[in-house]
């Protein structure tokens, strides 16, 4: 048995380490995701939502309806779900992350509404040419980018006049 001093340091190949410390991923994290209660509960709430919400908001709507689940399980379950590209996330104006599930499996961006969370996605080349362009202007490459716009929907907008 080797002394500490001969020891070979943790690393990837080291066994008998959680993944995270070794830096590699484990056969759970290649397969499909488990189907648990937990994330069928965020499914059907993110489905029901219909637009983005907060994870509190999903916490409270789910335990409303008698479900025991954990803030933090609905955390773990949401970016997971945005992870295998089942949810979308955005920050709200506010800073808040807000998540929904995904229309579509190619790169957009997202218009939403800040009084009811309704939210298109938008798919434009102008938005695309209009990041490459300002990307190579400045010397950048590889270039990742989201864009969120805010406002209020017809139907809020409607509300807002009329109260």
Do not use: K
Request: aromatic fraction near 4%; proline fraction near 4%.
């Amino acid at each position: 048995m080797p002394t500490d001093s001969t020891r070979t340091p943790p690393g990837p190949d080291t066994p008998n380490l959680p993944h995270e410390r070794q830096g590699r991923r484990t056969s759970r994290d290649r397969r499909a995701p488990r189907d648990t209660l937990q994330r069928r509960a965020v499914l059907a709430a993110l489905s029901a939502a219909g637009g983005f919400r907060s994870a509190q908001a999903l916490h409270d709507q789910i335990r409303g309806g008698g479900q025991r689940i954990g803030l933090t399980t609905i955390y773990r379950v949401l970016h997971d779900l945005v992870r295998d590209g089942t949810a979308d996330t955005v920050r709200g104006e506010d800073g808040q992350q807000l998540f929904r599930l995904t229309r579509s499996s190619g790169h957009h961006h997202h218009l939403v509404c800040r009084g009811c969370g309704h939210s298109i996605e938008v798919v434009s080349d102008v938005v695309e040419h209009w990041a490459a362009s300002l990307a190579a202007e400045h010397g950048f490459t590889d270039l990742d980018h989201a864009i969120d716009l805010f406002g209020l929907c017809t139907e809020c907008r409607h509300t807002e006049t009329t109260t």
